[in-house]
T-cell receptor, first 112, second 112 residues
Framework: QKEVEQNSGPLSVPEGAIASLNCTYSDRGSQSFFWYRQYSGKSPELIMSIYSNGDKEDGRFTAQLNKASQYVSLLIRDSQPSDSATYLCAVCPPRGNNRLAFGKGNQVVVIP | DVKVTQSSRYLVKRTGEKVFLECVQDMDHENMFWYRQDPGLGLRLIYFSYDVKMKEKGDIPEGYSVSREKKERFSLILESASTNQTSMYLC???????????FGPGTRLTVT
């Protein structure tokens, strides 16, 4: 089983809608969770960190963590064309040896 | 703001050449990382360093070496470049005690 899985294919959402991305992780003891945004040809940019169960909001972004079910989600409200990017989920496993485990990413396309 | 810089955005080298990729961070971070990113394979960790002169192998260290003589600088060395090392190379850093990791702009390396 992969450490971090992002299984959805490309997500197309109309401008102004909510984009919802999901990520599951295999190591139940993981404590730190991150979402990165990566524009085509650019490097990943940290947009959200979450450490406790529940929701964390930052502007139009909301991260949701459920440790019992081992998933972390990212909601993008009022999606804008500038949100079109690949979103990477990253998890720090307890035996991660000082390193993050990354998912392969989900592409989001916001249609004007 | 965290600033991670990489010596080149684009680099073209010939097979068999020795290649140096440099990464510098200005936030006094203890931990530094080198990844490569390829379509369909995601981010793969090559090497990381948690202190000056310390290094740890990541998932794909073969064909690479690293050097960290100063805290702010982490170099990736391709001893004898091969075409299968054509990739996007990403450096990242993070402070001790935190798992929030920050990436440099990346170097697109082409080996012909």
């Amino acid at each position: 089983q992969k450490e971090v899985e992002q299984n959805s294919g490309p997500l197309s959402v109309p401008e102004g809608a909510i984009a919802s991305l999901n990520c599951t992780y295999s190591d139940r003891g993981s404590q730190s969770f991150f979402w990165y945004r990566q524009y085509s040809g650019k490097s990943p940019e940290l947009i959200m960190s979450i450490y406790s169960n529940g929701d964390k909001e930052d502007g139009r972004f909301t991260a949701q963590l459920n440790k019992a079910s081992q998933y972390v989600s990212l909601l993008i409200r009022d999606s804008q064309p500038s949100d079109s990017a690949t979103y990477l989920c990253a998890v720090c496993p307890p035996r991660g040896n000082n390193r993050l485990a990354f998912g392969k990413g989900n592409q989001v396309v916001v249609i004007p | 703001d965290v600033k991670v810089t990489q010596s080149s955005r684009y680099l073209v080298k010939r097979t068999g050449e020795k290649v140096f990729l440099e990464c510098v961070q200005d936030m006094d971070h203890e931990n530094m990382f080198w990844y490569r990113q390829d379509p369909g394979l995601g981010l793969r960790l090559i090497y990381f360093s948690y202190d000056v002169k310390m290094k740890e192998k990541g998932d794909i260290p073969e064909g690479y070496s690293v050097s960290r003589e100063k805290k702010e600088r982490f170099s990736l060395i391709l001893e004898s470049a091969s075409t299968n090392q054509t990739s996007m190379y990403l450096c990242a850093s993070r402070p001790g005690g935190s798992y929030e990791q920050y990436f440099g702009p990346g170097t697109r390396l082409t080996v012909t």
